[in-house]
């Protein structure tokens, strides 16, 4: 910011001449602001000063004015120029910054849990203070109190259970008469027929069950219950099938019938069901 009017050092140096010629204009002392009354005279409307006066305000006028520019000057050039620092400091301050979040890689020596994710296991039988202490919660004696955690949930003092005063119904009742059977549909046997794998041992001419196994359909161990014969790829028959399985669908055997073949249904207990599938156990 530049300041209009006169320099501040040419009213430092107007200010010295006022001062000088003051002390060659007076012969006698400066009067004091006490006396400076007297000094002045009523002229009409107007006050005259004496010369002395005028040049002793003159002087302190510039003198004041003087230093308010200097005052002024250093404040502006205090705001406009900012100060420096050393290329030391300014050094110090750029290693000083931050250079981000730091990276932290997952090893096994700062491998945790997260915070609250395990607590701390309750420790009881350590005193009266913990709470805890001597019985740990249990009581004393009885069945409760001891090692194995007492009595079945379902147990009623002895009286009959409530899931056994309810009657039976649904699975719950047939459970233990589930039959456990594997499908053969009459497309694949009709494939393993044509393939020359499915051969019947017996001398009628009859495919059982022990021919399944021997032809690779399934394994031995896998026969349960029985076979069900399923009438999918009925449209692949085409030769005269005698066939004998515990179960049979309508459909395959409409199927096998229409070539003129016919299908045997027979029961096989657990007994029978081995003998049949394991003959070298039964001589």
Same mark, same amino acid.
């Given at each position: 910011?530049?300041?209009?009017?006169?320099?501040?050092?040419?009213?430092?140096?107007?200010?010295?001449?006022?001062?000088?010629?003051?002390?060659?204009?007076?012969?006698? !002392?400066?009067?004091? !602001?006490?006396?400076?009354?007297?000094?002045?005279?009523?002229?009409?409307?107007?006050t005259v000063l004496s010369?002395?006066?005028?040049?002793?305000?003159?002087?302190?006028? +510039?003198?004041?004015?003087?230093?308010?520019?200097?005052?002024?000057?250093?404040?502006?050039?205090?705001?406009?120029?900012?100060?420096?620092?050393?290329?030391?400091?300014?050094?110090?301050?750029?290693?000083?910054?931050?250079?981000?979040?730091?990276?932290?890689?997952?090893?096994? *020596?700062?491998?945790?849990?997260?915070?609250?994710?395990?607590?701390?296991?309750?420790?009881v039988g350590r005193g009266?203070?913990?709470?805890?202490?001597?019985?740990?919660?249990?009581?004393?004696?009885?069945?409760?109190?001891?090692? =194995?955690?007492?009595?079945?949930?379902?147990?009623?003092?002895?009286?009959?259970?409530?899931?056994?005063?309810?009657?039976?119904? =649904?699975?719950?009742? *047939?459970?233990?008469?589930?039959?456990? +059977?594997?499908?053969?549909?009459?497309?694949?046997?009709?494939?393993?027929?044509?393939?020359?794998? +499915?051969?019947?041992?017996?001398?009628? =001419?009859?495919?059982?069950?022990?021919?399944?196994?021997?032809?690779?359909?399934?394994?031995?161990?896998?026969?349960?219950?029985?076979?069900?014969?399923?009438?999918?790829?009925?449209?692949?028959?085409?030769?005269?099938?005698?066939?004998?399985?515990?179960?049979?669908?309508?459909?395959?055997?409409?199927?096998?019938?229409?070539? =003129?073949?016919?299908?045997?249904?027979?029961?096989? *207990?657990?007994?029978?069901?081995?003998?049949?599938?394991?003959?070298?156990?039964?001589?």
């Amino acid at each position: 910011m530049v300041l209009p009017g006169p320099s501040v050092m040419s009213l430092r140096y107007a200010a010295r001449s006022a001062i000088s010629s003051t002390r060659r204009l007076t012969t006698h !002392p400066r009067p004091s !602001p006490s006396t400076a009354s007297w000094i002045s005279r009523p002229l009409g409307s107007s006050t005259v000063l004496s010369r002395d006066f005028h040049a002793s305000s003159s002087v302190s006028s +510039l003198i004041s004015m003087a230093s308010q520019l200097t005052f002024q000057n250093d404040k502006t050039t205090h705001q406009s120029q900012p100060r420096s620092l050393s290329s030391s400091a300014s050094e110090s301050m750029n290693q000083n910054q931050p250079l981000g979040e730091p990276i932290t890689f997952l090893t096994l *020596n700062n491998l945790s849990d997260n915070p609250g994710a395990v607590s701390k296991k309750r420790r009881v039988g350590r005193g009266i203070g913990s709470s805890k202490g001597k019985t740990c919660g249990r009581g004393h004696k009885g069945q409760k109190a001891r090692a =194995g955690r007492g009595v079945h949930p379902t147990f009623e003092g002895g009286q009959t259970k409530f899931y056994k005063r309810l009657p039976k119904v =649904g699975k719950m009742k *047939n459970a233990r008469f589930k039959l456990d +059977l594997i499908p053969v549909n009459v497309g694949r046997v009709q494939d393993y027929i044509t393939m020359g794998r +499915l051969m019947p041992e017996r001398s009628d =001419g009859v495919i059982t069950m022990k021919d399944f196994v021997n032809a690779g359909m399934f394994p031995n161990s896998s026969i349960k219950s029985g076979v069900k014969l399923l009438g999918d790829g009925k449209e692949h028959v085409k030769d005269k099938i005698h066939i004998e399985v515990p179960w049979a669908s309508k459909t395959a055997i409409e199927a096998i019938e229409s070539k =003129g073949g016919f299908v045997t249904t027979v029961h096989y *207990n657990r007994l029978a069901l081995r003998a049949l599938l394991k003959p070298h156990k039964f001589p």
